[in-house]
């Protein structure tokens, strides 16, 4: 078996098509669907519920079972209640009905003429239809925030839901001075419930290529470009019948397919990149997620006056495992993020340096982890990249600083990836990695992932984080003073069918739910950061909010 497909079994199969496919985008090829029926939604006492069976319906759709994940079937129980989302009892088809930010308002309830410092205000959301009509059921998904242009101040708030059409935001109020409240519509519960609908089908909203290259027929290399993508669970087969090159991870067990090349075996494959997005929205869907209804910010009491408190407020709590996250979790200052969660602190370059001192820091996942590394690598003093003839953009990274004996790797994750053209041999399974590292007090292992995963089904994420999970048991077992730090998806800005930060919002909670109880991992809430930040959003948030989140991974592995 070549080396260039590293750990993959691969098995082809025959080209037979069972399906109809048409040639678009100048050769890459995507499958017809037919749009699934809206599932049916039961009323249970005074509320609508998301799912009264929520494991059925899974089954029903993608035929993927709590062992296919491998997790227990309570651990899915439990997963479907943390990621409960109220949806309309049936599928909306007139837009009018839908929640509209123009008539949605908030505002602050016994509103006064001053505050101090640490108090928080209660604020009621209400969302009507384009009718102005009360909406009856919830489910729209809204961000909250206090914030203050001036001083670089901000503040996240959660919104609840009380599954009637009224929300409420409880909002702290940590700086003194002029503080504004900001209250958008991100998504209606009718765009929420199609977001719903296409992440639990088989429908590929996301395509990728694979790239074969080897002797031809004349004994000349050639190349060929197929389709690849993701094999997960019975019914949710991108591609139905025998008609595929198959690579099994032998160790997780994911299955990577690859259109079969007409000339080139399947052992040929060299190469990975991002394919074409594909839409399944229908027209009143799309009608639905236009920008004039979507990220929109509602009109209600917006300013307020706040006194210095003698009381002080933060946390000085020692940065260690173990520790909860609050809501909020910190605030902006002056661009400064002051933690609710543990002391942290700011770190000059040189202090980074001692900090980092005698380190090996693994960092894992997508580019946003890659933005980590790019500021160590701009910050700390004599800190260098290492030529590895690697795709600066792609990796994999590594940095030394020999003085103190620094190290600092990173690597992207493996397939499904929307990225450019890589070297499959590059593309690593996250656990697979953490498998091979020795751990000890001078190792500090950092891992996100979430962008890229935001185009597949729930349960195959619940799988990858169920294998990681168990890699990162393996590791603390065998180097218990190994540091392991999981940082959270930050909200990106997109706002679409393909990525949504509500899809992402989702992912964090069920890699924090299923880290809940490992001791000695720590997880940093970087959705906090990005969200309630004055900065656009953005998939790679801005130099500011990179600066603070390393301030908080140093803190923890250099804690005061």
């Not at 609050?326 to 543990?342: E, M, N, Q, R, T």
């Amino acid at each position: 078996m070549p080396s260039a497909l590293g750990s993959f079994l691969k098995t082809p199969h025959s080209v037979t098509l069972e399906t109809i496919w048409r040639l678009m985008d100048g050769g890459s090829w995507t499958q017809q669907f037919q749009h699934p029926a809206p599932k049916p939604v039961s009323l249970e006492g005074r509320h609508r519920q998301t799912n009264s069976s929520p494991t059925i319906s899974v089954l029903d759709i993608m035929g993927i079972s709590h062992e296919d994940m491998g997790i227990s079937l309570d651990e899915w129980t439990s997963l479907q209640k943390a990621l409960d989302w109220q949806s309309p009892d049936k599928e909306i088809t007139q837009l009018n009905l839908s929640t509209s930010p123009v008539h949605s308002t908030f505002s602050i309830v016994g509103l006064g003429d001053s505050y101090k410092v640490g108090e928080k205000i209660h604020v009621i959301i209400t969302a009507r239809d384009h009718n102005n009509n009360l909406k009856p059921y919830g489910g729209d998904f809204f961000q909250a925030k206090l914030f203050n242009s001036k001083l670089k101040a901000s503040v996240f708030g959660e919104v609840v839901d009380y599954r009637n059409g009224t929300y409420s935001v409880d909002l702290l109020l940590p700086w003194e001075g002029q503080a504004q409240v900001s209250v958008r519509l991100v998504h209606s519960s009718e765009v929420v419930q199609s977001l719903k609908k296409y992440r639990e089908s088989s429908f590929p909203r996301s395509h990728y290529k694979g790239y074969f290259e080897g002797p031809g027929p004349n004994g000349e290399r050639i190349s060929e470009v197929v389709e690849c993508n993701l094999k997960w669970g019975p019914n949710g087969s991108w591609i139905k019948g025998n008609c595929c090159c198959e690579y099994k991870d032998i160790k997780k067990g994911t299955v990577w397919q690859c259109e079969r090349p007409k000339t080139l075996s399947c052992d040929n494959w060299v190469y990975h990149s991002s394919g074409p997005l594909e839409n399944p929205l229908n027209p009143i869907e799309k009608k639905l997620f236009t920008k004039k209804l979507t990220n929109v910010a509602l009109t209600g009491d917006t300013h307020i006056f706040v006194h210095p408190n003698t009381t002080g407020i933060g946390s000085m709590e020692r940065c260690r495992p173990g520790l909860k996250t609050p809501v909020p979790a910190g605030f902006y200052l002056h661009d400064i993020w002051k933690s609710f969660v543990c002391n942290t602190k700011r770190f000059s370059p040189p202090e980074m340096g001692n900090c980092l001192k005698n380190k090996i820091v693994y960092l894992m996942g997508d580019s946003t982890a890659r933005q980590w590394f790019e500021y160590f690598e701009q910050k700390v003093p004599g800190l260098r990249r290492m030529d590895l003839h690697t795709y600066h953009i792609g990796g994999p990274l590594m940095a030394v600083e020999l003085k103190n004996n620094i190290i600092v790797h990173w690597r992207m994750q493996g397939v499904p990836l929307k990225f450019s053209k890589m070297p499959i041999t590059d593309l690593h399974y996250l656990s697979n990695d953490i498998d091979e590292i020795a751990g000890g007090h001078h190792a500090v292992v950092v891992f996100t992932i979430c962008a890229h995963l935001v185009f597949h089904p729930l349960t195959f994420y619940v799988h990858e984080v169920a294998k990681i999970r168990q890699a990162v048991v393996a590791l603390l077992s065998r180097a218990p003073d190994t540091t392991v730090i999981i940082k959270s998806g930050n909200t990106a800005g997109l706002k679409n069918i393909f990525q949504s930060d509500w899809y992402a919002l989702q992912l964090n909670t069920v890699m924090r739910e299923m880290f809940r109880d490992i001791n000695g991992v720590i997880y940093l809430d970087v959705w906090q950061m990005t969200s309630c930040h004055y900065l656009p959003e953005d998939l790679h948030p801005g130099p500011v909010i990179i600066a603070n989140e390393v301030d908080m991974l140093l803190s923890y592995i250099c804690p005061t």
